[in-house]
């Protein structure tokens, strides 16, 4: 699996995995992957993947995106394994599997990126249960040596979420719900040995006559 390896001072020994087709790169929430530095765009660039082939297309950034020091404005170019990708001022290196580590040509990658674009309209239409958005965020704790956290945004919004408490007294409102049926048969079962008893002394009263 393709990963990006960081490193830029404020975010060195971070990666991550590109297991998506398309990954988006910005500050913005709205991307797959976020990056909170000012040097990158609210949405900066995309990362198309096609097995080990990689693909990055800047998204006309302010700072630009840059391959191995090559800028890309509103370009695409094919990224092999070691090479560097730069969003802004925030740079990474291309990561892959060694039985991944091969070398294509240009028509190939080209051919890879409209795959990639088909599939992902496939994707669209029947979406992955996980959610591998992830955000990038420089440490304010001088003890880390200004490492990263990287968080997933499914446990961020998990830690907000609430969960119903059961009542603190489970068996009495299990009896009030199943106690108010057996009330109820009971109530009838009385008016019916009423009125027999009734009907049995009007008989009674009849036949003496």
């Not at 900066?44 to 080990?52: A, D, S, T």
């Not at 969003?87 to 080209?110: K, M």
């Not at 088909?118 to 955000?135: D, I, L, S």
């Not at 998990?158 to 719900?177: I, L, N, R, V, Y």
Request: with cysteine; proline share 5%.
């Amino acid at each position: 699996m393709p990963k990006l390896v960081f490193l830029s001072e404020q975010f060195t020994g971070r990666s991550y995995d590109l297991v998506l087709e398309k990954t988006t790169v910005g500050r913005g929430e709205q991307n797959t992957l976020t990056i909170h530095d000012p040097s990158l765009s609210s949405t900066h660039c995309e990362i198309l993947v096609n097995g080990p082939e990689v693909i990055v297309r800047d998204l006309n950034s302010s700072n630009g995106t840059y391959v191995d020091g090559a800028e890309l404005r509103n370009q695409q170019c094919q990224v092999k394994a070691g090479q560097t990708i730069r969003f802004g001022s925030v740079e990474a290196r291309l990561e892959l599997d060694p039985e991944q580590d091969e070398r294509f040509d240009e028509h190939t990658a080209i051919y890879a990126h409209s795959r990639a674009v088909r599939e992902q309209r496939r994707a669209r239409k029947n979406p992955q249960v996980a959610n591998p958005a992830m955000t990038l965020e420089p440490s304010d704790d001088a003890a880390v040596g200004g490492h990263t956290v990287l968080i997933p945004r499914s446990q961020i919004s998990e830690g907000f979420a609430t969960t119903a408490s059961p009542p603190s007294d489970g068996g009495a409102q299990g009896d009030s719900g199943e106690g108010r049926p057996k009330a109820a048969a009971g109530k009838w079962i009385a008016i019916a040995i009423v009125v027999i008893a009734v009907l049995v002394a009007v008989w009674l009263i009849w036949n003496r006559k």
